[in-house]
């Protein structure tokens, strides 16, 4: 019997990517909102990695939630770097 692998967070990324190219394509998203979009998903897949998490089963809503905490505290680093 072969295993079955669970869903991990690259497999939706690329299936997410290639639905936003497919609404663009029929006029339904704008290329401004795929790269606003795209920026926070290289940051949460920044904090996955961080975090040590590839399975969409690890993903829950304190983990959104201190993705959310760490996304600000990333911001105003970045902020005050700016001299």
Do not use: C
Not at 6 to 32: A, D, N, V, Y
């Amino acid at each position: 019997m072969k295993e079955r692998q669970l869903p991990t967070w690259s497999q939706l990324l690329e299936s997410f990517q290639g639905h936003m190219g497919q609404q663009i394509k029929i006029g339904k998203l704008r290329h401004s909102t795929t790269d606003r979009y795209r920026q926070t998903l290289r940051e949460f897949e920044s904090f996955l990695t961080e975090q040590k998490i590839s399975l969409l089963a690890d993903i829950n809503k304190p983990l959104v939630e201190s993705f959310k905490v760490w996304r600000v505290e990333r911001i105003k680093k970045r902020r005050q770097s700016r001299g």
